[in-house]
């Protein structure tokens, strides 16, 4: 395994690992856990991507029965059920999330239930722009197939198609593999991502779009990103900055670009930027301050629907903005490409990697 920041916590996934903080290992499996012996993982890449699931509480195979999927680790024997064709690997010891509330079709992020207010939603202009989110997934797709003849890629938050992903979808030389922690057609495994329940080295490539500022840990997501890619594999983040609530009490995080690179540091920098400039920030923010004074939800909506309508195309001008290192003070998100490493940043280059106005 590869060692990755983290402190000692007793509660598990809590924010950790500051600048300045000591640099511990990942902690390996216990004797017992041990002896059950795992597969090999220096090949997890090859044949099926189903022989890379592990149990995500001692990291041993797994294995499909008639109605579940069971941990081949003797002392453990986890079973873990079956929603919509696909396995539920959490461990319920650190999760927020049960296995219960997968079987019982509960929608714990994003709900698949269209009201007839969200249809009328879908009609109208929104506030959003990501204008290099086709061009990033590109230079992703590229970077990977540079490397690679065939790969195979994590998506992290698949229930909900990110940005310029349909290139991958449809390209025969790459797997995707889909998984979250909400209930959906596109989802493949329910898991938390804290917790992956695969092998070490068994992907290519790692997407993880818009879901960092949702989890409780993300430098704990992040160092389970590193473990599982193979050697050289490559990984692809986008992450907000200045941007309100969403999704409700699943929201914790926001990142600088600094910030952002060093989430990131043990990963070799092969492109960053801006993917939502500052006009989207500006115009989230004055959509939520104009909804602080709404308190029905009515109100809400026709506050919500009138702004959209009224300063949409404002959201315009960060297709000349995002090109601007000021605008990287004032941005809504940024986006990074990175080859694994076991070379961590300094915190030293970090510092001069500084880009914006002051």
Same mark, same amino acid.
């Given at each position: 395994?590869?060692?990755?920041? #983290?402190?000692?916590?007793?509660? $598990?996934?809590?924010?950790?690992?500051?600048?300045?903080?000591?640099?511990?290992?990942?902690? *390996?499996?216990?004797?017992?856990?041990?002896?059950?012996?795992?597969?090999?993982?220096?090949?997890?890449?090859?044949? $099926?991507?189903?022989?890379?699931?592990?149990?995500?509480?001692?990291?041993?195979?797994?294995?499909?029965?008639?109605?579940?999927?069971?941990?081949?680790?003797?002392?453990?024997?986890?079973?873990? $059920?079956?929603?919509?064709?696909?396995?539920?690997?959490?461990?319920?010891?650190?999760?927020?999330?049960?296995?219960?509330?997968?079987?019982?079709?509960?929608?714990?992020?994003?709900?698949?239930?269209?009201?007839?207010?969200?249809?009328?939603?879908?009609? *109208?202009?929104?506030?959003?722009?990501?204008?290099?989110?086709?061009?990033?997934?590109?230079?992703?797709?590229?970077?990977?197939? #540079?490397?690679?003849?065939?790969?195979?890629? &994590?998506?992290?938050?698949? #229930?909900?198609?990110?940005?310029? &992903?349909?290139?991958?979808?449809?390209?025969?030389?790459?797997?995707?593999?889909?998984?979250?922690?909400? %209930?959906?057609?596109?989802?493949?495994?329910?898991?938390?991502?804290?917790? %992956?329940?695969?092998?070490?080295?068994?992907?290519?490539?790692?997407?993880?779009?818009?879901?960092?500022?949702?989890?409780?840990?993300?430098?704990?997501?992040?160092?389970?990103?590193?473990?599982?890619?193979?050697?050289?594999?490559?990984? %692809?983040?986008?992450?907000?900055?200045?941007?309100?609530?969403?999704?409700?009490?699943?929201?914790?995080?926001?990142?600088?670009?600094?910030?952002?690179?060093?989430?990131?540091?043990?990963?070799?920098?092969?492109?960053?930027?801006?993917?939502?400039?500052?006009?989207?920030?500006?115009?989230?923010?004055?959509?939520?301050?104009?909804?602080?004074?709404?308190?029905?939800?009515?109100?809400?909506?026709?506050?919500? *629907?009138?702004?959209?309508? &009224?300063?949409?195309?404002?959201?315009?001008?960060?297709?000349?903005?995002?090109?601007?290192?000021?605008?990287?003070?004032?941005?809504?998100?940024?986006?990074?490409?990175?080859?694994?490493?076991? #070379? $961590?940043?300094?915190?030293?280059? &970090? *510092?001069?990697?500084?880009?914006?106005?002051?």
């Amino acid at each position: 395994m590869s060692t990755l920041e #983290s402190v000692p916590s007793t509660q $598990p996934w809590l924010p950790v690992a500051l600048p300045g903080q000591a640099e511990l290992s990942v902690p *390996l499996p216990s004797a017992a856990d041990a002896a059950s012996p795992a597969a090999p993982t220096a090949n997890a890449t090859q044949g $099926p991507w189903r022989d890379s699931l592990r149990c995500p509480k001692c990291h041993q195979p797994v294995r499909p029965a008639s109605d579940s999927f069971i941990c081949q680790n003797q002392t453990c024997g986890q079973q873990y $059920p079956i929603s919509r064709g696909g396995p539920v690997l959490i461990n319920e010891d650190k999760s927020v999330f049960t296995l219960a509330e997968f079987l019982d079709n509960q929608q714990n992020v994003f709900s698949e239930t269209r009201s007839w207010r969200s249809r009328i939603s879908g009609l *109208l202009p929104d506030l959003d722009l990501n204008p290099v989110g086709d061009a990033y997934m590109q230079k992703f797709k590229q970077q990977l197939l #540079s490397r690679f003849d065939h790969a195979r890629i &994590l998506v992290v938050g698949g #229930s909900i198609e990110g940005a310029g &992903l349909a290139c991958l979808a449809n390209d025969p030389r790459i797997e995707l593999v889909e998984t979250d922690v909400t %209930l959906s057609d596109k989802t493949q495994v329910i898991c938390d991502a804290h917790d %992956l329940p695969f092998a070490d080295a068994a992907f290519h490539g790692v997407i993880v779009q818009a879901v960092l500022e949702h989890v409780l840990d993300p430098w704990r997501v992040v160092s389970e990103l590193h473990r599982v890619l193979c050697p050289d594999g490559i990984v %692809l983040a986008d992450t907000p900055f200045i941007a309100q609530v969403h999704c409700r009490q699943y929201d914790f995080h926001r990142f600088t670009r600094l910030g952002h690179r060093r989430l990131f540091r043990h990963f070799q920098e092969l492109d960053s930027g801006i993917s939502g400039g500052p006009a989207v920030a500006t115009l989230w923010t004055l959509r939520y301050f104009a909804l602080s004074f709404c308190r029905r939800n009515w109100s809400r909506a026709a506050a919500s *629907l009138t702004l959209r309508c &009224l300063l949409f195309p404002l959201k315009y001008l960060d297709l000349w903005l995002i090109h601007h290192a000021p605008s990287n003070d004032a941005a809504m998100a940024f986006y990074f490409i990175g080859a694994k490493s076991e #070379s $961590p940043l300094s915190d030293q280059d &970090l *510092l001069s990697q500084y880009q914006g106005g002051f």
